[in-house]
């Protein structure tokens, strides 16, 4: 669990407008806004430096987005509910939080930026939260955006992040996942005075996962979600309940408050507080996958078929470009299935079309070893056309030549994770690295800052030796053992 | 008064880097160039419709207007404002300024409304207009000489299942072709929808650097050329038919209904359409395609 001098306590909160626009519309709405204002006088009581939010209200396509505009102001219209009026707004956003969120989730493997822009559009739900909640501005807010497409790992990493950066600045934050909870609207016109839950089946799943929040049990809803979405169109799938859990700590020991479930044009909303303590419901069994950093995969090719009836099948992704390839977020490749009849060890060799560096010697790129797998040495040449990212340290007469470490440890180490996955592993999954480096002076500081990028989140072991030479005119060469299959790396 | 007609339908994508790449003095970043095929597409479009005049109206079906409580329409006269897109800010911070046919609007509406749907006009003029409605009469018409009529993609259908939420956006479409014949006037009908839908993961450091883009996956573009083929071949049911699979496996924005509507709206054509371009935006599929009713 995270420490509760730095998360007091988190909360959960609804991302329509109508409690603040109109109150007065619904006994619900108005018993909404109360709920509001009682979270924030709460949060003012808790000592609280910041207000850390995520919101399904803001979807983002490419990992994510951070905001980062110190005093963002507009005239604020909702698209759907433009007749309740304008919200005109100014904010207090915290930058430096921000820019940390972001370094923090990036090293943890996620795509993310920060955003500063005057006109940014901030979502409704985070507008009507920040003003309901935090009136006068007297705390600063940080907002992140809710990728359309991440699933539960990605979204358990950038919680994570999330408290790696409260824990690096010391800020004593509250967490906000705003969002609905069932999602489904009236599809007639329904007047707001007779507003209702779309359906009982909705409203019937909505106060079981209250139930389970009043109890405390944040890990149990986590991992509930998937069947919550599919069974009552769950707001962008509750991520917003992935976040929170990693953000809080992935257990049920919470006090939890429902301080109110009211229906808003058909979906679900509630203000839920959630406090870091003792529960009576015991943790329940890891079921789903613990993520602890973003692999840039989200195995779309899964069981894809191709279009119906016809003879498609499904091909990778092109290979990566020819220069800097990626180390992480990479277009997804397929791992190779370890087979429950493959013998105690084999050789493994990996294609050029799969982007793997000819051996330049009788040996395979690999060799598997029940779960471990045991690379060759692996440098930075370019398959296929043995080209070297940041140029090669010598010319053909032997002359020495200016190079790019850095750019030839990315281009090795992306080698070394396309080894991995032909056969089976990742780079999570790696235990022991030996690094070479031909000029240890020179290159290690280079070699160093971009192998912790890399494998600083992972944490394998490491040995790093000075060499005379290699065989090829590269500077550095890695040397991996990782572990296969289903067998874990820590 | 002569009946309206419907000049033009088209797929209109509107990937926010096209104008990015297009530097139109409107937009505050600059590019040096990018998705060429894609820009050339839409100016080989706008040739083509103007080598049948000039329309009086632009109705665009927009997937950034997302609204759960029906089908709205805009209904203020003019707007002007800066569009910042919430998604690539870093690409399209747009000022614009626009005028709304409100009158073929309303007619719109309230056909729509006759028909059973659940539809509003927006009356607030302080709304900002959504990003993919700007791009999508950008690229068809950058002088912004003409009004638009703009509808929102309602997705409340869409939440129970892809054909009903199909049916839906075929009886709006509908309701948009009678209202455009009663109005006189000569509508060129935009169906702001990309192909299949699945982005990188991760986007390159120069966002018109072209030697990265691609379609996300080869499965993925077998379904996007399946659905250009039958387009090409005029074979509209056969697109309805295929419509939620193909929905369903490209995650494709045709859920929010645009092209659903648009094949409603020109009665289901059995003509060719037109390819003018297809090409990927940051691994999404993409294709700028026309129907000609004059074919029909």
């Known amino acids: 669990m995270a420490d509760p001098t730095l998360i007091p306590n988190g909360y959960v909160l609804p991302g329509q407008p109508h409690p603040l626009l109109a109150p007065d519309a619904n006994p619900g709405y108005a018993a909404l806004r109360a709920a509001y204002e009682e979270v924030g006088r709460r949060i003012r009581a808790s000592g609280a430096e910041l207000l850390l939010i995520y919101s399904t209200g803001w979807p983002s396509v490419i990992g994510h987005q951070i905001q980062a505009l110190e005093r963002p102001e507009w005239v604020h219209v909702d698209q759907e509910w433009h007749e309740l009026g304008e919200i005109p707004y100014t904010f207090r956003m915290d930058a430096e939080f921000a820019h940390a969120y972001r370094r923090a989730a990036t090293s943890r493997g996620l795509h993310a930026r920060t955003v500063s822009y005057h006109g940014f559009p901030i979502d409704t739900g985070t507008v009507t939260a920040l003003k309901l909640i935090n009136p006068d501005n007297a705390l600063k807010a940080c907002v992140v955006s809710c990728n359309m497409y991440a699933d539960r790992g990605e979204t358990l990493v950038l919680g994570k992040a999330a408290r790696d950066a409260i824990e690096a600045l010391g800020r004593r934050t509250v967490p906000i996942g705003i969002t609905a909870l069932s999602n489904r609207y009236h599809t007639e016109p329904v007047p707001f005075a007779d507003d209702r839950i779309q359906s009982q089946k909705d409203d019937d799943w909505n106060r079981k996962l209250l139930e389970f929040l009043g109890e405390g049990r944040l890990e149990d809803v986590s991992q509930l979600a998937r069947e919550f979405a599919l069974q009552a169109n769950g707001d962008s799938k509750l991520k917003a309940l992935w976040w929170l859990a990693a953000l809080m700590g992935q257990t049920n020991n919470y006090r939890g408050d429902v301080l109110a479930y009211r229906p808003v044009y058909g979906t679900g909303a509630a203000v839920v507080e959630l406090t870091p303590g003792a529960s009576s419901a015991l943790d329940k069994e890891f079921d789903e996958e613990d993520v602890e950093v973003y692999g840039g995969d989200r195995n779309v090719l899964t069981g894809h078929d191709g279009p119906p009836g016809g003879s498609a099948s499904v091909a990778p992704a092109p290979p990566a470009a020819p220069q800097s390839p990626p180390l992480t ?13 493959a013998p105690f060890t084999e050789a493994i060799r990996v294609a050029a079309r799969d982007g793997a560096p000819a051996p330049v010697g009788a040996y ?41 470490v850095a750019a030839q440890t990315r281009a090795a180490l992306a080698n070394v994770r396309t080894v991995l996955e032909a056969a089976g592993s990742s780079m999570e999954r790696v235990i022991d690295v030996t690094s070479f480096l031909i000029d240890m002076d020179r290159d290690f500081s280079a070699y160093n800052q971009v192998y912790a990028e890399v494998f600083g989140a992972i944490q394998p072991t490491r040995t790093t030796l000075a060499i005379q030479a290699l065989p090829t005119p590269i500077a550095i060469e890695f040397k991996v053992v990782a572990l296969t299959g289903d067998a874990a790396a820590s | 008064m002569s009946a309206g007609a419907i000049l033009a339908g088209v797929l209109a994508p509107h990937p926010p880097h096209l104008v990015y790449a297009d530097n139109p003095p409107q937009n505050e970043p600059y590019a040096e160039c990018g998705w060429e095929e894609l820009r050339w597409g839409y100016e080989r479009l706008r040739k083509s419709i103007a080598s049948r005049g000039v329309p009086d109206v632009l109705i665009v079906h927009s997937p950034h207007w997302r609204t759960n409580s029906g089908h709205h329409f805009l209904g203020v006269d003019h707007f002007a404002g800066l569009s910042v897109d919430p998604v690539f800010p870093n690409l399209f911070r747009f000022h614009y300024d626009l005028e709304v046919d409100v009158e073929l609007a309303q007619a719109i509406h309230d056909e729509a409304a006759a028909a059973g749907l659940q539809t509003k006009m927006m009356t607030n003029p302080s709304f900002r207009v959504d990003y993919g409605t700007i791009t999508a009469c950008h690229l068809v018409r950058p002088e912004w000489d003409i009004p638009i009529v703009c509808i929102s993609a309602s997705r409340a259908y869409y939440l129970f299942s892809n054909e009903v939420g199909d049916a839906q956006m075929i009886a709006l479409g509908q309701a948009t072709a009678r209202a455009v014949a009663d109005s006189g006037k000569n509508a060129v009908l935009l169906a702001s929808n990309s192909l299949s839908h699945r982005h990188f993961t991760v986007e390159p450091s120069l966002p018109e650097d072209m030697s990265k883009e691609h379609v996300y996956h080869h499965g993925q573009y077998l379904w996007d050329m399946r659905l250009l083929e039958l387009m090409r071949q005029g074979k509209s049911r056969e697109i309805v038919d295929i ?44 294709a700028i395609v026309e129907w000609n009713p004059q074919h029909g």
């Open chain 1, 364 to 404: 395979p790129h690999a060799r598997r070893v029940g779960d471990f797998l045991y690379l060759s040495g692996v440098g930075p040449r370019q398959a296929g056309t043995d080209a070297i990212p940041g140029g090669p340290v010598r010319d053909a007469d032997g002359e020495a030549l200016n190079y790019d």
């Open chain 2, 243 to 286: 419509l939620p699979d193909y929905t369903e496996q490209t995650v494709s924005e045709t859920k929010e209904g645009s092209l659903s509507w648009l094949l409603g709206a020109l009665d289901f054509p059995t003509y060719p359409a037109e390819v003018h371009a297809y090409g990927s935006v940051i691994g999404t599929g993409n």
């Open chain 1, 329 to 341: 977020g990479r277009a997804p490749r397929e791992t190779r299935p370890i087979r429950r009849d």
